[in-house]
């Protein structure tokens, strides 16, 4: 059972900018890796994804955030940039054999990191 960590989260001003990481207990070849958040009161929801060279981002974040990954298909990162009150949320890192937008087809799951943005 691979297991994935995430670090980086923290709290910013609006504007600002983090960075996060996602570490696996082993390293998945061919898999897809996602980071997804999830607000108070609110659905889990996609933010973005990569397997290969290939990415996809929600609209929310595109052109602010940056997804990038190991070639070897070793987990990467998250770089969050003009950072907005909205994007406050529990960020979990997510690994699946598919490039998706939907949380129900990555396998592994981190625990999350919070990440707060204020005024």
């Known amino acids: 059972q691979v297991q994935l960590v995430e670090s980086g989260g923290g709290s910013v001003q609006a504007g600002g900018s983090l960075r996060l990481s996602c570490a696996a207990s082993?390293?998945?070849?061919?898999?897809?890796w996602g980071w997804f958040r999830q607000a108070p009161g609110k659905e889990r929801e996609f933010v973005a994804a990569?397997?290969?060279?290939?990415?996809t981002y929600a609209e929310a974040v595109q052109g602010r955030f940056t997804i990038s990954a190991d070639n070897a298909g070793s987990p990467g990162t998250l770089q969050m940039n003009s950072l907005q009150p909205e994007d406050t949320a529990v960020y979990f890192c997510?690994?699946?054999?598919?490039?998706?937008?939907?949380?129900?087809?990555?396998?592994?799951w981190g625990q999350g990191t919070q990440v707060t943005v204020s005024t």
């Open positions: 997510a690994s699946g054999p598919f490039l998706s937008r939907r949380w129900d087809e990555y396998r592994y």
């Open positions: 082993g390293r998945l070849s061919n898999y897809a």
């Open positions: 990569i397997m290969w060279s290939r990415t």
